[in-house]
Antibody, heavy 116, light 109 residues
Framework: QVQLQESGPGLVKPSETLSLTCTVS????????WTWLRQSAGKGLEWIGR???????SYSPSFKSRATLSVDTSKNQMSLRLSSVTAADTAVYYC??????????WGQGALVTVSS | DIVLTQSPGTLSLSPGERATLSCRAS???????LTWYQQKPGQAPRILIF???SRATGIPDRFSGSGSGTDFTLTISRLEPEDFAVYYC??????????FGPGTKLDIK
């Protein structure tokens, strides 16, 4: 059974960088596509980007200039860094496995608040 | 970019009733990439239906999906108390074209 767990600071200051980690169990981070999404009251569910088994990544145009996804195969983890955050980046951030453009399963989510 | 519109915004029904939720795309889409999710308060979305009409593993057969082109429907044949939640449709239009609808809240009448 594949399970995902997001972790990271719950509070980030404006203009700083948000950093989250997703730990995968029950599957290898080297297989499948792994993705980050977020959900906010203002914009609903948004896809941020994905990492491929090769380690390369793909991003939504909305996040391409600020997001960086990476993989640590030794820990079976992937990470999200989102730079220059503002209050608009306050959201619940999810990692999920992606298959043929659909997401299953999802992690439980991590609430990140951007505030000074 | 494809925009997904869901209706109604809120649907109030009683247990045992039939629920019909709509997802409309701004242009013709491939049904192979239309997915439905259920989200309960404090939980992550859970996949229900993929490729417009295929139930995901473990999903009860009271959930069904249909549609093609621009119009898609999620039907819950007889509502159980645990079905009251928010439902989202989602489309994958190739990288980076992934979009979600705004959701339909199904609440108890």
């Amino acid at each position: 059974q594949v399970q995902l767990q997001e972790s990271g600071p719950g509070l980030v200051k404006p203009s700083e960088t948000l950093s989250l980690t997703c730990t995968v169990s029950g599957a290898s981070i080297n297989s499948d596509y792994w993705t980050w999404l977020r959900q906010s009251a203002g914009k609903g569910l948004e896809w941020i980007g994905r990492v491929y088994p090769s380690g390369s990544s793909s991003y939504s145009p909305s996040f391409k200039s600020r997001a960086t996804l990476s993989v640590d195969t030794s820990k079976n983890q992937m990470s999200l860094r989102l730079s220059s955050v503002t209050a608009a980046d306050t959201a619940v951030y999810y990692c999920a496995r992606e298959e043929v453009g659909r997401f299953d399963p999802w992690g439980q989510g991590a609430l990140v608040t951007v505030s000074s | 970019d494809i925009v997904l519109t869901q209706s109604p915004g809120t649907l109030s029904l009683s247990p045992g009733e039939r629920a019909t939720l709509s997802c409309r795309a701004s242009q013709t889409v491939s049904s192979g990439y239309l997915t439905w999710y259920q989200q309960k308060p404090g939980q992550a979305p859970r996949i229900l239906i993929f490729a417009a009409s295929s139930r995901a593993t473990g999903i009860p057969d009271r959930f069904s999906g249909s549609g093609s082109g621009t119009d898609f429907t999620l039907t819950i044949s007889r509502l159980e108390p645990e079905d009251f939640a928010v439902y989202y449709c989602q489309y994958y239009g190739g990288s980076p074209g992934i979009t979600f609808g705004p959701g339909t809240k199904l609440d108890i009448k």
